[in-house]
C-alpha cells in the first residue's frame, strides 16, 4: 500500500527566497500552459508540450525539466476537468523529479531553483527514519503556514493476513473517543477541553473582527483565527494517531479483527441539542477509522464495519433489546436479565459479536479439508 512520508525542509533566508521564487514561477508557467491548452482545445502531454514548452522555457526562466513539471500540473487537472483553465497559486505545491532533486544523505536534499541547486537540510522522525530508505522517484515540494515541506509517497508490504476467531469491538463516542470490548477506554475529555479552549479564543477574535476595529486589528484576528484552527486540527488527529495505533496493536496481539461502527451519515440522520452541535461537530470519528483501517492493512489485522443500530440499547449477556436499558450516558441495566455495565463497555461487546457474525459467511464459503 501506498504511505506519504512528510519531511521538514530548513532553508536558511536566501534558500527560502529560491524556492519561493522557483514556486511562484512553477506555478505561474503552469496556469500559463493551462490557458493556452484550454483556448487551443488540446489536453494531452505531448500536445500541450509542442504548444509552448518553449515560451515557459524563455518567459519563465525554467530549466528544461521544471518547465516540463509545469505542463504535467496543467495536464493533470484537465484530465480531471476540461470544462475550465485553473489558475494554480503562487504557492502551490510543485513537484520535482529524480532530474531536478535527490537527497545528500539523510540529512539535506539537493533542489533545483531558477539560481541553481540549493543544497538544504532536513528533519524528520522515527516513524519516516524508519522509511526513508524506500523514498523513490518523485517528492513535491509544499509551503505550508511558512514552513517547506518533502512529501514522498512510498510503496509499504501489507501484513501478513491474521484469519481471525474473534473480534475486538469498538464503540466510538465524545465522551470517551473510543471503548473496547475488553474494557479499554480512550477518554474525550482532553479534546474537549482543547476544544472548549480554542473556541473561547475564537469568540474573543470574533467580537475583534467587526467593523468598529482597525483593519490592522481585523487582520491579525484572521491570521490568529487560521492558527488555532491548525493547532486544534494537529492534537485532534495525533490523538487518532495514538488511538488507532494501541487499537491496532492489540489485535494484532491477540490474534484478532477489529468490529467498527459504520458511522458514515450519521450527522444527516441524528438531531443534536442545540448545546451538543459545536462538540459533534468536532468529531473526528471518519479520520479515526481511517488511521485503524491503514495502519490494520499494514499489519495484516482484518478491519469490518457492522451497522451501530440498537448496540447501545442491546444487553450483551441475553440480548435483549429495549430503550430503558440505557440508563444514561455511562450507565446500561437490562430491563429483562438485569445486567449492569458500562454503556460504551456493553456497545463494545455487542460491536465485537456482530463482527463475528459478519464473517461467518466468508468463513463457511471456504473449502473444507475431509480427513480420510
Known amino acids: 500500500m501506498k504511505l506519504t512520508l512528510q519531511l521538514r525542509l530548513l532553508p536558511s533566508p536566501e534558500q527560502t527566497t529560491a524556492l519561493r521564487d522557483v514556486m511562484a514561477a512553477c506555478n505561474a508557467a503552469a496556469t500559463h500552459a493551462a490557458t493556452m491548452a484550454f483556448k487551443t482545445g488540446v489536453f494531452s502531454q505531448p500536445s500541450v508540450h509542442r504548444l509552448c514548452y518553449r515560451e515557459l522555457r524563455s518567459q519563465f526562466s525554467l530549466s528544461a525539466q521544471l518547465a516540463v513539471r509545469a505542463i504535467g500540473k496543467a495536464v493533470e487537472v484537465f484530465r480531471r476537468d476540461k470544462t475550465r483553465a485553473p489558475i494554480f497559486r503562487s504557492d502551490g505545491a510543485i513537484t520535482y523529479d529524480e532530474r531536478c532533486f535527490s537527497f545528500k544523505g539523510p540529512a539535506a536534499a539537493s533542489i533545483l531553483t531558477r539560481s541553481g541547486r540549493v543544497i538544504v537540510p532536513m528533519i524528520y522522525g522515527e516513524y519516516q527514519r524508519q522509511r526513508f530508505d524506500r523514498i523513490k522517484g518523485q517528492v513535491d515540494l509544499v509551503l505550508r503556514d ?73 487582520k491579525n484576528a484572521r491570521r490568529a483565527m487560521k492558527r488555532i484552527g491548525n493547532r486544534e486540527q494537529r492534537f485532534r488527529r495525533h490523538e487518532n494517531h495514538c488511538i488507532s495505533k494501541s487499537l491496532v496493536k492489540t489485535a494484532e496481539d491477540t490474534g484478532r479483527g477489529i468490529a467498527l461502527e459504520d458511522l458514515k451519515g450519521i450527522r444527516n440522520r441524528t438531531r443534536f441539542r442545540r448545546e451538543q452541535r459545536a462538540e459533534m461537530g468536532g468529531w473526528a470519528f471518519s479520520q479515526l477509522r481511517t488511521f485503524v483501517e491503514y495502519k490494520a492493512k499494514l499489519a495484516g489485522v482484518t478491519v469490518v464495519a457492522i451497522d451501530p443500530r440498537n448496540t447501545s440499547r442491546t444487553c450483551s449477556e441475553c440480548g435483549h433489546c429495549e430503550k430503558a436499558n440505557r440508563k444514561s450516558q455511562s450507565e446500561f441495566e437490562c430491563q429483562s436479565c438485569g445486567h449492569r455495565a458500562n454503556a460504551d463497555l456493553n456497545a463494545a461487546r455487542n460491536i465485537a459479536a456482530r463482527g463475528a457474525t459478519v464473517m461467518q459467511p466468508e468463513v463457511s464459503q471456504r473449502p473444507q479439508t475431509i480427513a480420510a
Do not use: C, W
Open 146 to 218: 511558512g514552513t517547506f515541506y518533502l512529501y514522498a509517497t512510498i510503496d509499504m508490504p501489507e501484513g501478513a493476513p491474521i484469519e481471525p476467531t474473534e473480534f475486538l469491538g469498538v464503540d466510538l463516542g465524545v465522551v470517551n473517543l473510543a471503548t473496547t470490548s475488553d474494557g479499554t477506554q480512550f477518554g474525550g475529555g482532553a479534546v474537549e477541553a482543547v476544544r472548549q479552549k480554542h473556541m473561547r479564543t475564537r469568540r474573543s477574535l470574533g467580537r475583534k473582527m467587526g467593523a468598529n476595529h482597525k483593519r490592522r486589528t481585523r
